[in-house]
């Protein structure tokens, strides 16, 4: 139901092809689109019985995607790997299940490293099989019910599309000047309100009274610099080195 309804709300879904949620993920947003990362070559899927289902991703205009060559048949190790490309994808990462020992976390750690979203679903603490996400929990992630909460959650990240041939194709004169081009005031606002110190984005936007889609947009610009370092947790400081 996530998949679908965050599909439906424009996003496309990105998974690792496996089976059980993986599958469904992937089945669920066929239609709207989502993206197949496989851990060996892009001619030897795993597993084997999801070879129709990748063939309907890319017959209905998704995507296949691996880093390894091909005639690559994949190996317990390269599947860590391949949930690095999941998690660097995404703009969030939604757990549904995971044991405590389960490649689920290690996809969820590496989207915090990244400075991703990450969202769990809670679950009994007596079932095993929700142990990792109830870790999650304790940890900062965010509580997810439906698909809702992710897009609540997403909105102030994508309510603007910086990469939409539509928006540059505008006439200056159209487009919101907030957008794109920052005032300088609040460039040095958002700087001088960064240290070396993590806080979270949402901090920044409360200190310095600037609208989300602005601070949003000033912080992108300072991580293309270089200028700044994402945290778990989605939490951000300024790099000294520069």
């Not at 969820?108 to 769990?120: I, T």
């Amino acid at each position: 139901m996530i998949a679908r309804d965050c599909g439906r709300a424009g996003y496309t879904i990105t998974s690792g092809l496996a089976r059980g949620i993986d599958t469904a993920a992937h089945r669920a947003s066929l239609e709207t689109g989502t993206i197949a990362v496989l851990a060996g070559g892009l001619d030897r899927p795993y597993p084997p019985e999801n070879i129709p289902l990748l063939e309907a991703i890319v017959d209905r205009g998704g995507v296949a995607v691996s880093e390894m060559p091909f005639g690559w048949e994949p190996r317990a190790r390269d599947f860590p790997r391949r949930n690095r490309l999941i998690a660097g994808i995404a703009l969030g990462t939604v757990v549904i299940e995971a044991a405590e020992r389960s490649g689920s976390l290690i996809t969820a750690r590496l989207a915090a490293e990244f400075g991703r979203l990450v969202f769990a679903v809670p679950g009994s603490p007596l079932d095993p099989r929700s142990h990792g996400t109830n870790g999650l929990l304790k940890q900062g992630a965010i509580v997810t019910t439906s698909a809702s909460d992710v897009l609540e959650a997403l909105s102030p990240l994508t309510q603007f599309d910086l990469f939409s041939t539509q928006v540059l194709a505008r006439e200056p004169e159209k487009q919101p000047s907030t957008l794109l081009s920052p005032d300088e005031d609040d460039r040095a606002a958002i700087v001088s309100a960064l240290g070396p110190t993590p806080v979270e984005i949402d901090d920044v936007i409360r200190h310095t009274g600037i609208g989300a889609a602005a601070v949003y947009l000033i912080l992108l610009e300072l991580d293309l610099a270089g200028r700044l370092l994402r945290h778990s947790g989605g939490r951000v400081s300024l790099s000294l080195d520069i």
